[in-house]
């Protein structure tokens, strides 16, 4: 038998003799296993908004000398890659990108071996990139001149000033070159279909070049699009004929060109034969709207019109949901039937028996859950139906009941989180816990931590709000079953704090209900991106608010901070002078904290005081408003709480002119409702004709309400904080 060959291999090797025993020859030839190819990274440069063709397999090769082909190219993070043959990648970077990307490519020989390598574009220079300059599309009729503002969709990614540099003469006109950086192009005399022209732009030192394409239509007047408004029912589909109140002053055909943006609220789509449908979203009830344009048979485009959608609330009956429930052998069973179950306008629900349990019997309470009570010394499986209802529409469900002779108690594990100082996290117990049983567990009680506060929120999570030093600290909670059997488990929470950079803003005066951002930069604007902000809500009156950050790298930043009329600096002169480097420094290690002093950017031009009809602790809201709608027009919306006053001071800043001003006041601080309400000028609970509260030009003014009308919830909208 022959095992191996010592003698001579290799892919030169192509037939050997191998002498055996007996003097007995045989003839073999040996290949040489295939090797997969070389591929080779490769590096290209590329102006900004420039394409890039690349062959990649210069540098490529293959042990067997087979030829090589591009087969895959993956994609870049800031353009496209595509294979415009077997050698060579075009790649077209995204506008106005200015950096390095890469993306990776797979080569493949003659045996489909492949390889994969990765290439890097550098796009645009360090020193300064070519502006960009965009295509313009204008339309025209006969004789008639078109001044083109083509700088207006060019753009440097530099920031350079461009300059219109050059036109090109058109083909069937005239283009000349504004002084304000337009263009006017005049068509031949009496000449209509398409021209184009070129221009350059320069943004003083590089240049970049893009084509107008004109559209010369006839003489005669574009078509006349005019607004529609329609009535539908939530949840159908209607069909509108756009063209029906449309005109052209020729007579021409007409059809609609182009619904020009998405409708709010719905789904548009055109049937390209003058009408269009439209769907609302799911259970919306409320207003929608869309624009179009129409065009003419020759080509002159419309003004475009609004469509306006009123969507007419439709009852959507209630959704109930089949339960699954353990109960004790003799032992009566209350079930919340209602808990799963789902009503889209969160209508109240009645809940009725459709079927009564076979071995058993219900009983509806006012509350409309349901108690069960098993057939004496009965165990084993029962059902029953109900129906729930929201007095327009109803559904039915079933409860499956399992009766049984003892409860095995619920499962509370134990529970480990971590949180920042000051942060707020939620406690997922319910993914803790568990019971034998099946049986649905509800939050019993929970007790308080030794540093950090813990309570249940609207949505009914359990919420830990971290305190403002690192600790360890822990807290219990206690679930149950529905027969009382409970467990406990205990929750322990990491405070770490990771803000190296903190500091406090400093008003002028006392501020409350104020959103304000710092930011944290190398430079003092923000439009051009920040290193990181730090967004807060003053909600009680005070003078000072804090902001901090987290794993700052070291180094020297400018903090600044704005807020609605505030603005501040840190490192600012109490004359208002900037720094003109930054002042902030940030060590290696350890913690710095920061003062920003804030100045009033705009004038305090109004002020006033709310007199209350007695001394009271509750919450306030000041609208200066066009009308006394106050969920619209509104100029300024002053807001605070207040503590053992009958009289409240506020101050804004607002544009002048005549406006409605009226005070709303929780005496209780009951956010539910309002209780006391005043208008400027007049006495309560009167409400001004016309709007009669004048801000002048320029100075103060000072605008003070009476409010001693006792509202009820009754007789007022619900406003909440």
């Given at each position: ?24 020859s045989?003839?073999?030839i ?24 690349i062959?990649?397999?210069?540098n ?72 960009l ?57 009496g ?9 350059t732009v ?17 003489g ?27 005109t ?9 060109y ?15 034969d ?10 919306y ?17 419309s003004?475009?019109a ?50 009564n ?43 499956f ?73 822990s ?52 439009t ?9 809500f ?17 180094g ?33 290690t ?24 007695e001394?009271?602790t509750g ?9 006394t ?36 006041v ?28 004048v ?23 619900a406003?909440?904080?």
């Amino acid at each position: 038998m022959f095992d191996s060959w010592g003698g001579p291999d290799g892919k030169d090797v192509v037939e050997n003799k191998i002498v055996m025993d007996s003097n007995k020859s045989i003839k073999a030839i040996f290949i040489s296993e295939n090797q997969p190819p070389v591929a080779q990274d490769d590096s290209v440069e590329t102006d900004v908004g420039t394409p890039v063709t690349i062959k990649p397999l210069t540098n490529d090769s293959d042990p067997e000398k087979q030829s090589l082909e591009i087969i895959k190219v993956g994609q870049p993070s800031h353009g496209r890659a595509s294979i415009v043959d077997g050698e060579t990648i075009k790649y077209v970077p995204d506008p106005a990108f200015s950096g390095t990307d890469t993306f990776t490519y797979i080569i493949a020989d003659n045996k489909n071996l492949q390889t994969e390598a990765i290439i890097t574009v550098t796009v645009g220079s360090s020193d300064n990139n070519a502006p960009l300059a965009e295509d313009d599309n204008v339309t025209t009729t006969a004789d008639q001149p078109v001044v083109v503002d083509v700088l207006a969709n060019d753009t440097d990614v530099d920031g350079d000033t461009l300059t219109l540099q050059s036109v090109t003469a058109p083909s069937n006109g005239t283009a000349v070159k504004n002084g304000d950086g337009t263009i006017t192009y005049t068509p031949d005399n009496g000449y209509t279909g398409s021209d184009s022209f070129t221009y350059t732009v320069s943004d003083g030192e590089l240049t970049a070049e893009a084509t107008v394409n004109v559209t010369i239509g006839s003489g005669n007047a574009a078509p006349t699009a005019n607004d529609d408004s329609i009535t539908m029912d939530e949840d159908t589909t209607t069909t509108i004929d756009l063209l029906a109140n449309d005109t052209d002053p020729e007579g021409d055909p007409i059809s609609v060109y182009e619904i020009n943006d998405s409708a709010t609220m719905g789904i548009v789509i055109n049937n390209n034969d003058g009408t269009v449908t439209f769907t609302p979203y799911t259970d919306y009830h409320g207003n929608a709207s869309f624009a179009y344009t129409i065009v003419d048979s020759n080509n002159n485009i419309s003004n475009s019109a609004t469509v306006t959608v009123e969507i007419l609330p439709v009852n959507d009956p209630p959704e109930a949901y089949d339960d699954n429930v353990n109960a004790m052998m003799n032992n009566p069973l209350t079930i919340n039937v209602l808990e799963n179950d789902y009503d889209a306008e969160f209508e109240t629900l009645q809940v009725s028996i459709s079927t009564n349990p076979v071995h058993g019997s219900v009983t509806v309470n006012p509350d409309y859950t349901i108690t069960y009570t098993p057939d004496t010394d009965y165990t084993g499986s029962d059902q029953f139906d109900y129906i729930v209802s929201d007095g327009n529409g109803s559904d039915t469900g079933t409860v499956f009941i399992e009766v049984v002779t003892e409860n095995a108690p619920p499962v509370a594990g134990d529970i480990v989180e971590t949180a920042n100082v000051y942060g707020t996290i939620w406690i997922d117990y319910e993914y803790n816990t568990s019971d034998p049983d099946g049986d649905s567990l509800t939050l019993d009680s929970f007790t308080q931590p030794t540093y950090g506060l813990v309570y249940v929120d609207e949505y009914g999570d359990l919420m830990y709000e971290a305190p403002t030093s690192p600790c360890t600290d822990s807290f219990t909670y206690t679930v149950s079953d529905p027969f009382g059997e409970t467990a406990t488990g205990t929750v322990t929470v990491e405070v770490s704090d990771p803000y190296n950079v903190k500091g406090t803003l400093t008003f002028p005066e006392s501020v409350s209900y104020q959103e304000y951002t710092v930011f944290l930069d190398d430079n003092l604007d923000e439009t051009d991106g920040y290193v990181d902000c730090f967004d807060y809500f003053v909600e009680t009156a005070t003078t000072e608010a804090p902001f901090r950050f987290d794993n700052v790298a070291p180094g020297t930043y400018y903090i600044y901070a704005k807020s609605g009329i505030y603005e501040g600096v840190h490192g600012q002169a109490s004359d208002g002078t900037l720094p003109t480097s930054p002042t902030a420094s940030v060590p290696d290690t350890g913690k710095v904290n920061f003062n920003v002093d804030m100045y009033a950017t705009k004038e305090l031009n109004v002020n006033g005081t709310i007199t209350l009809p007695e001394v009271a602790t509750g919450f306030y809201i000041v609208f200066i408003d066009t009308d006394t709608d106050s969920g619209n027009g509104q100029e300024a919306f002053i807001a605070g709480e207040y503590t053992n006053k009958d009289q409240i001071s506020y101050s804004a800043s607002v544009t002048p002119g005549t406006y409605y001003v009226y005070a709303m006041v929780d005496l209780d601080n009951n956010s539910e409702y309002v209780e006391a309400m005043g208008y400027y000028g007049v006495t309560p609970p009167d409400i001004p004709g016309e709007p009669n509260a004048v801000i002048p030009e320029s100075g103060s003014v000072t605008l003070d309400i009476l409010t001693d009308y006792i509202m009820t919830p009754a007789s007022v909208n619900a406003v909440t904080k």
